[in-house]
């Protein structure tokens, strides 16, 4: 099964608790609104900023902000800060691979690692706090179609045209939209 880190998770969580408040908030403050331990928030912070994602203030009244709006940060971006790039095998785009000569696969996987990578760089981080928002508390509930205009199964874009979003990929293979 292909799963986020939960660092990543924890740091699309403290993106947008950043946004919410619209405001600077130290570290502490981040942890205690959204549950994630104090350190993990700090270290999460800390790769944000390295990767341009949130600001640091320093002073009496610094802490963090964001860098760019959610809409403008997708969470392929956020993978991709926190994990480093989006890879489902290690002959994706080019990379090495010690069975190469004997697999006989060699290049199959980047088509699949573009449309995962493609799907993920659809989704923003507005439309992650929309969907949030629109299940109230706790995880997004991709699937379900309360109050929606979606067909059953469709993503929160889908219908107007987006690609649809992968949530994981089974041992089996099929990759399951959201």
Do not use: F
């Not at 270290?43 to 009244?61: E, F, N, P, Y």
């Not at 979003?165 to 939209?177: F, P, Y």
């Amino acid at each position: 099964m292909l799963k986020l880190s939960k660092l990543t998770d924890y740091a699309v969580v403290a993106l947008v608790r950043l946004a919410q408040a619209d405001e600077v908030m130290t570290s502490p403050a981040l942890a205690q609104a959204t549950g994630i331990p104090e350190p993990t928030v700090a270290k999460v912070l800390k790769i944000l900023a390295a990767d341009d994602l949130v600001v640091s203030l320093r002073g009496a009244r610094g802490g963090y902000r964001l860098a760019r709006k959610l809409d403008d940060i997708s969470v392929a971006r956020v993978i991709a800060a926190v994990d480093g790039p989006i890879s489902l095998t290690a002959c994706v785009d080019g990379g090495g691979c010690d069975t190469r000569g004997l697999c006989g696969l060699c290049g199959q996987w980047d088509a699949v690692n573009d449309a995962i990578r493609g799907a993920l760089s659809a989704i923003s981080l507005s439309d992650m706090r929309r969907c949030g928002q629109r299940h109230g508390a706790g995880s997004p509930d991709w699937g379900s179609e309360r109050g929606s205009d979606r067909e059953p199964g469709q993503g929160p874009d889908q219908g107007r045209g987006a690609a649809p979003a992968v949530r994981d990929i089974s041992a089996a293979g099929r990759a399951e939209a959201v």
